[in-house]
Nanobody
């Protein structure tokens, strides 16, 4: 059974940094696409980035490019989202998601298409990030 558990959220001042973790069980990172999403109150879910180890490809949306970085631990069981230069508009619940295969994060066209999140099968419970001004 695939399970994803996010952690690391919290309250930070604008300009600060946070590190979120997505601990995965029941899957091998090399066989899955990992995506990060967020949802602010009253707003639609927003796809932020995806990573495919199989494709050696990572895609960041413009809203986080240059500020957020995805990596994984050596055991490839935890995806780490390093967030820097945080802004109040980054306040949201952050989710990691996984989908088997590599199609969802193969190139920019497919990454953008699938970052709606609707096709990702596995989701964590989310972790709250609050950025104060």
């Amino acid at each position: 059974e695939v399970q994803l558990v996010e952690s690391g959220g919290g309250l930070v001042q604008a300009g600060g940094s946070l590190r979120l973790s997505c601990s995965a069980s029941g899957l091998a990172f090399d066989d899955y696409v990992i995506g990060w999403f967020r949802q602010a109150p009253g707003k639609a879910r927003e796809g932020l980035l995806c990573v495919s180890s199989r494709n050696s490809y990572t895609y960041y949306t413009d809203s986080v490019k240059g500020r957020f970085t995805i990596s994984s631990d050596k055991a490839k069981t935890t995806a780490v989202l390093q967030m820097t230069n945080l802004k109040p508009e980054d306040t949201a619940v952050y989710y990691c998601a996984a989908e088997y295969g590599s199609t969802y994060c193969h190139d920019e066209y497919l990454a953008r298409q699938y970052l709606s999140g609707d096709e990702y099968d596995y989701w964590g419970q989310g972790t709250q990030v609050t950025v104060s001004s």
